[in-house]
């Protein structure tokens, strides 16, 4: 099983950018998708998760009507991605992509199975 995230980098306050995760190794059309992220000295902490279908998407409060979690329209190109608008200083945190097969979604990290290495984000001015 392979998760990997990219799209990470150094963006302004008020700035955007879009991380993308490549899954690979695992039933992706019938997996629940999540971003979780952790900032130096932080636990690890949840910020968005889609159901296998893309019907269902569910946010932390922080990032609601900021942020927006999605996946390929075809599951075929195993992609999750979040688009991160409006970006704050304490959203600067390690990005780590998610996976859980089944069918149902959850916000804690203990529910998912496997995960990716990481893209960092840092915003600053």
């Known amino acids: 099983v392979q998760l990997q995230a990219s799209g990470g980098g150094l963006v302004q306050p008020g700035g955007s950018l879009r991380l993308s995760c490549l899954a690979s190794?695992?039933?992706?059309?019938?997996?629940?998708m999540g971003w979780f992220r952790q900032a130096p000295g932080k636990e690890r902490e949840f910020v968005a998760t889609i159901t296998w279908n893309g019907g269902t998407t569910y946010y932390a409060d922080s990032v609601k009507g900021r942020f927006t979690i999605s996946r390929a329209r075809d599951n075929a190109k195993n992609m999750v991605y979040l688009q991160m608008n409006s970006l704050k200083p304490e959203d600067a945190a390690v990005y780590y992509c998610?996976?859980?097969?089944?069918?149902?979604?959850?916000?804690?990290?203990?529910?998912?199975?496997?995960w990716g290495q990481g893209t960092e984000v840092t915003v600053s001015s």
């Open positions: 190794g695992f039933t992706f059309s019938s997996s629940a």
């Open positions: 998610a996976a859980k097969r089944g069918y149902s979604i959850v916000t804690s990290a203990i529910g998912y199975e496997f």
